[in-house]
């Protein structure tokens, strides 16, 4: 099972800044990777797939890069809608696989 | 619209079973794989099981294999997950979501608590 590892588990910022969340893959997933949101009592939401496409609808200031194991989403400027649980999932093996998610709150 | 409404969720006691279903509409069902995921209460998100678009291609996790079966209704468009001997640590939100690279959309969830 590939294990998906994100940092850190809580991010505290302000409105307007910029945040980078991590997430590492146990092996490679080449850009088999999607990005979600989750807000208190929601399901979560499809933000990026391939490692660096955004979903339908997703506003531009978020961001994935990354290949193999090393990935990142960025939120070039949060917003007060953007204070979530954003968790990295992979699609590259069998089974399906979750990070535990990070956390991002106000300051 | 595209939409996935989940149901069937309930209280239910250990070594009990429990059927959960999931209505799709606004696309065409028949043509997507689909997905069961579990948040278990203030953890992260676990996927369950998959399906393929004709019911052929089935994948469990090890967490709930010999226990818990997925199927499908194309005609109903209908995705289900057949629980038995349900444990304290099945306890959570289940979502139905489609696609079997990608999740995306998912439903809204539905509660499952094995207490005795």
């Known amino acids: 099972e590939i294990v998906m590892t994100q940092s850190p588990a809580t991010l505290s910022v302000f409105s307007g800044e910029r945040v980078t969340l991590s997430c590492r893959a146990s092996q490679s997933i080449s850009s088999n990777l999607a990005w979600y949101q989750q807000k208190p009592g929601q399901a979560p939401r499809l933000l990026i797939y391939g490692a660096s496409t955004r979903a339908t609808g997703i506003p531009v200031r978020f961001s994935g890069s990354g290949s193999g194991t090393e990935f990142t989403l960025a939120i070039s400027s949060l917003q007060s809608e953007d204070f979530a649980i954003y968790y990295c999932?992979?699609?590259?093996?069998?089974?399906?696989?979750f990070g535990q998610g990070t956390k991002v709150e106000i300051k | 619209e595209v939409q996935l409404v989940e149901s069937g969720g309930g209280l239910v006691q250990p070594g009990g079973s429990l059927r959960l279903s999931c209505a799709a509409s606004g696309f065409t069902f028949s043509s997507y794989e689909m997905n069961w995921v579990r948040q278990s209460p203030g953890k992260g998100l676990e996927w369950l099981s998959y399906i393929s678009s004709g019911g052929g291609t089935i994948y469990y996790a090890d967490s709930v294999k010999g226990r818990f079966t997925i199927s499908r209704d194309n005609a109903e468009s209908s995705l289900s997950l057949q629980m038995n001997s349900l444990r304290a640590d099945d306890t959570g939100v289940y979502f139905c979501?489609?696609?079997?690279?990608?999740?995306?959309?998912w439903g809204q969830g539905t509660l499952v608590t094995v207490s005795s």
């Open positions: 979501a489609r696609g079997w690279r990608w999740l995306d959309p």
């Open positions: 999932h992979q699609y590259s093996n069998w089974p399906r696989t």
